[in-house]
């Protein structure tokens, strides 16, 4: 398994402002992912980031809106841009050990937007 | 239809008793099936994976596949409060640029002492 931590754990931010989501794990991995998962609503993947590459994003979300690094095996940040109150969910990362069906997840970061 | 749906819950049962967590899906080329475990505030847990149709058992934890149905089945024998959580059952299929996952939206359990 992998220990995976995410800051920060909650935040409140203002509309029209934005906020950089950090996510480390404890060892090497190709594969990182970022979900959203809104209230009573399923996980939704948001986009996938390899180490070296350009983040792969899922439709209905672009790049401009959610920036994603990947500077290295073990950290990526997530970056939600001019934030509206639709922005307001559950922010998780994963990442994957062995095969595709592995996937580890991080606590979430809890974003409300006002 | 959605891709994936799941019993929307939220299931209460009394300690002991049998509990069954259930998703159907709509898309045939799902080749693996899972159950995550999502305890309040923390992220998902990933509880059982399983490939193709049968069964699987771990403890008190037995998943079940019917790829002809196009249902899995997630069964706690013996539940405990501990066991309260929200349940995600999540699939996936080999896309372009690996497996690509879909999630259900998750059932409640409540394990009353």
């Known amino acids: 398994s992998a220990v995976i931590s995410q800051k920060p754990s909650r935040d409140i931010c203002q509309r029209g402002t934005s906020l950089t989501i950090q996510c480390q794990v404890d060892s090497q991995v190709t594969m990182m992912f970022w979900y959203r998962q809104q209230p009573g609503q399923s996980l939704t993947l948001i986009a996938t980031a390899n180490q070296g590459s350009e983040a792969t994003y899922e439709s209905g979300f672009v790049i401009d809106k959610f920036p994603i690094s990947r500077p290295n095996l073990t950290f990526s940040t997530l970056t939600v841009s001019n934030m509206s109150p639709e922005d307001s969910s559950i922010y998780l990362c994963?990442?994957?050990?062995?095969?595709?069906?592995?996937?580890?997840f991080g606590p979430g970061t809890r974003l409300t937007v006002t | 239809q959605k891709e994936v749906e799941q019993d929307p819950g939220p299931l209460s049962v009394p300690e002991g008793a049998i509990v069954s967590l259930n998703c159907t899906y709509s898309n045939s080329a799902f080749q693996y099936f899972m159950w995550y475990r999502q305890y309040s505030r923390k992220g998902p847990e990933l509880l059982m994976y399983?490939?193709?149709?049968g069964n699987k058992e771990d403890g008190r934890f037995t998943a079940q596949v019917d790829k002809s149905s196009k249902y899995i089945s997630l069964f706690i024998r013996d539940s405990q409060p501990s066991d309260s959580a929200t349940y995600l059952c999540?699939?996936?299929?080999?896309?372009?640029?690996?497996?690509?996952?879909?999630f259900g939206p998750g059932t409640r359990l409540s394990v009353l002492p």
């Open positions: 994963s990442v994957e050990l062995g095969g595709r069906y592995e996937q580890y």
């Open positions: 399983t490939y193709s149709s």
């Open positions: 999540a699939m996936s299929a080999l896309g372009n640029y690996g497996q690509n996952f879909v």
